[in-house]
């Protein structure tokens, strides 16, 4: 595939993380922080965001898995993770965070099950997503080429 | 008040950005860096507190030397919900002290409650912004800055986004600067 097809296909793609709410403003605004001084500053983020939200749902799953469960501590890791989303600009997981803060406030613990099974499935759609964006970006960087905006 | 007036000559504001989120650090670092601040990032009060030369042991600090602070901060940025000393408890004690109450405080949440941005606005913070922190939230903060070192002329607008004006007259955090802070 040459240089230009490649960016057509990128500016495509992330048209349609857009469009299927994927991706939000935010993911906009940290694009438009990255400059000649920092040229890794989306991609560090979001690895960021990617570790973090591994942790996040490894302690998500301990959680809901006590005996008793304490929505307190369920609540505030999903609080932790709302925030990360929102600030990468990972809309569809933030939203899944809304609903299940909603069930802890509830103590629903199924509600909270079913959230977490969401907001895994979410997460890793848009973390498998953003991997093929970089993926692409390096394609055509390496083809010497510059990243459409 | 002392520590602004040395950077009064430089365009160069220092920054103290507190967050427990190390996401969000990195963006607000990023974002002041931009807007060609200074920054220093940490990730608690306690932290913070260290930072400005005030701990549990000298709350009030009377020693009002330039040289007790090795750096001089012209704002500080916290966030709200943190686990510990919340951006709350941090603003109360910065406000507490002579070294440090008149620098200004930001306060940033994710979560837009009235009753809590009215706390923090009539305990002194000079801003409430919403997360995500935006280039354009920053750039608002100019103003604000140039009270901090004793431009008495610089309008101040409270530029809080989202549904916070009606609460707020304009004139209230201005006139908070020319009062003695009674604890």
Redesign the interface.
Known sequence: MDLVQLQRQLVDYKTSLYNEGFLDE?FT??Q??Q?EN?PD?VV??VS??FE?SERLLNELTKALEQQSVDFKRVDAHV??L???S???GAQRVQKVCIAFRNYCEEQNIEGCVKCLQQVRHEYSLVKTKLESMFQLQQQILSAGGSIPM | MAMGMTTQSQTQFHVLAVDDSLIDRKLIEKILKTSSYQVTAVDSGSKALEFLGLNDENIDNEDEDEDDQQVGVNLIVTDYCMPGMTGYDLLRRIKQSSSSKDIPVVIMSSENIPSRINRCLEDGAEDFFLKPVQLSDVNKLRPHLMKGIGSEETQSNINKRKSMEDIHPPDRTRARYNELEVV
């Open positions: 935010q605004q940290l438009e922080l400059d920092n500053f560090e983020v960021l965001f973090d609080h932790q709302k925030g990360s929102s600030s990468i």
